[in-house]
């Protein structure tokens, strides 16, 4: 257990050995400050956790304690009976009909990026800052339209800060370690808190001002005014200023490095194979040519999103999803107590020997329409299952589709040094080293 602990704190993915990726679960009994700890890949267990007995299993005081200081009570992390209001509020501003009307304003981010590449042709640049780059901007253009963060770069930089130390979730997350403790992550925090409550702090009460004195029409049609204005279609309720903080803080939180990762996971398997590259520019050529790429076209680009699918499938951004039963559960064979820690993990469940054919190939055929409706729900599940599902997922697919049409029609991009990419977890999977890459243009 001890060891199983150390190796955890160094990469909650590696820490698990081959057995994971061959049987249905895995258990390892805890100790005096360490809880019972279990990884469960069974596609039946994986519906009672997620969905037959969603109130048992909940995501737990690991994850809360280690993001409650930036996200308070938000969606993400709240626990169920703060969550249902919540969710019936912001789950519709992110259904496709909402999501589409973004389209021009994540075309314009990525022609921003383009841009910037244009000045680096034929030079080497790291893709992963890249993509961080390119989806906070997606995410501050569509939460705040033009009325941002008076300083973009310094708070993009204290979001990873932020979690790279106290939101960082891994080995020492299972240390039932109290909440007053000063840890060296705790302290090192506290900067990045004060500049999100004071930069998003501003923007919510300038934007809340404006709604006050010239209506909710006057303001720009962006999350945040969605968030402030729209009531909990049940109780009529609208969300308080705290709640709208956290909730904003969440959509940098969750919407940003996990779909930049992908982004640069599609861009490197591409890399890697050369003709998925010319099978997706082929197919992006055809259906969108030279225009920007409208509503219509993004569900035709079948080949793209079966890329997009693999890529979740191989390098799923959020890697470990870990949930905590409040009582005591006879799951299946596993006996688990009041306060377990239960690791999900569409890392291992999408490459499990038992499921997939060639697991660690990169095969986008396996998503091909006809194709995909076989897959098990619960054993590929990229994005979280059941009533807690991610939000954001089509904001996401859509945001990636648009990046790789507005990009791939110029650029190669080609890694530099392959064999040397590898997955780092910290809570999200990202290419440890920043994938380095040189944009060759097509021409
Ligand atoms: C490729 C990109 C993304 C991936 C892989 C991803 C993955 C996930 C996963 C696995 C969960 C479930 C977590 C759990 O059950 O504990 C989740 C939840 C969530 N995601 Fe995403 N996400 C992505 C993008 C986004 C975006 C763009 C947003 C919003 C801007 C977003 C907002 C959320 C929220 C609010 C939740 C919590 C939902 C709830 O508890 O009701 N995500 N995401």
Not at 50 to 60: A, E, M, N
Not at 245 to 272: I, K, P, Q, R
Not at 285 to 313: F, H
Not at 332 to 354: C, M
Request: proline share 7%.
């Amino acid at each position: 257990m001890w060891r199983f602990f150390l190796a955890m704190r160094a990469d909650p993915m590696t820490a698990w050995s081959e057995r994971a990726y061959r049987e249905p679960y895995v258990f390892l009994p805890g100790g005096r400050l360490i809880p019972d700890l279990a990884l469960v890949t069974d596609p039946a267990l994986l519906r009672l956790i997620f969905l037959d007995r969603v109130s048992t299993y909940d995501k737990g005081d690991a994850v809360r304690r280690r993001l409650s200081a930036a996200l308070g009570d938000a969606l993400l992390i709240a626990p169920e009976a703060s969550w249902r209001s919540q969710r019936r509020i912001v789950a519709p501003m992110f259904q496709s009909r909402r999501v589409e009307t973004f389209i021009s304003d994540m075309t314009a981010v990525a022609k921003a990026t383009l841009g910037s590449f244009d000045a680096n042709r034929n030079e080497v640049t790291g893709i992963h800052e890249a993509m961080l780059g390119y989806a906070y901007g997606v995410i501050a253009r569509t939460a705040f339209s033009s009325d941002g963060v008076a300083d973009p770069l310094a708070f993009s930089r204290a979001i990873a800060s932020y979690f790279n130390t106290l939101g960082r979730v891994d080995g020492a997350t299972l240390l039932n370690l109290p909440r007053w403790l000063p840890t060296p992550g705790r302290l090192m925090a506290r900067a990045p808190l004060r500049l999100f409550r004071r930069e998003i702090g501003a923007v919510i009460a300038r934007r809340r001002e404006k709604i006050m004195r010239l209506g909710a029409d006057a303001a720009p049609d962006d999350l945040l005014t969605r968030l402030l204005t729209t009531p909990d279609p049940q109780t009529g309720q609208r969300m308080s200023d705290e709640l709208v903080y956290d909730n904003t803080m969440v959509f940098f939180a969750a919407g940003h490095e996990t779909t930049a990762n992908t982004l640069a996971w599609v861009l490197f398997l591409l890399s890697d194979h050369p003709e998925w590259d010319q099978r997706v520019l082929a197919e992006i050529r055809s259906i969108v040519g030279d225009r920007d790429p409208a509503e219509a076209d993004l569900d035709q680009l079948i080949q793209t999103r079966m890329v997009i699918d693999e890529a979740l499938r191989l390098y799923p951004a959020a890697p470990l999803i870990p949930r905590m039963p409040i009582s005591d559960d006879v799951l299946g064979p596993l006996k688990l107590r009041k306060g377990a820690i239960v690791f999900t993990s569409p890392f291992i469940s999408q490459r499990h020997r038992a499921h997939w054919d060639k697991p660690n190939s990169f095969d986008p055929e396996r998503f091909r329409p006809g194709r995909r409706e076989a897959i098990d729900r619960y054993v590929y599940f990229p994005f979280g299952a059941g009533p807690r599902v991610c939000i954001g997922a089509a904001f996401a697919i859509q945001e990636i589709m648009i990046a790789l049409v507005v990009w791939l029609r110029r650029y190669r991009f080609i890694a530099t040094e392959p064999d040397r990419v590898f997955p780092r977890t910290a809570i999200t999977l990202s290419p440890a080293g920043g994938l380095p890459m040189r944009l060759v243009a097509r021409d």
